[in-house]
């Protein structure tokens, strides 16, 4: 979800655009079978554990990279700076 609330704020200010609604976005990853990772407490907790960059700060990364470390899950991205975090496994 952190994804999605991300994309949302970055289509609101114009960094972004989409040719249809977020909401028909959402139901288009959800149909290739792909489950939207609620943000739970533990992970909000858990960025309070992730070294700080100074080259990377942005809130809602730290917030995907925190759930990939709680969950133990293998991270998948386009961004470079994720591979800053050597506390979680990437895929770039």
Known sequence: MA???EIAIKQ????IEFFDNLENFKKDVESINIVWLPILDN??????????????????DRLIIAQAK???????TNDDKFL??????VLT
């Open 3 to 5: 994804s999605l609330w």
């Open 12 to 15: 609101k200010i114009g960094k």
């Open 43 to 60: 992970h909000i907790y858990s960025t309070l554990n992730l070294t700080m960059y100074p080259e990377h700060k942005d809130p809602f």
């Open 70 to 76: 709680f969950e133990n899950f293998i991270l998948i």
């Open 84 to 89: 800053l975090y050597k506390e979680i496994e």
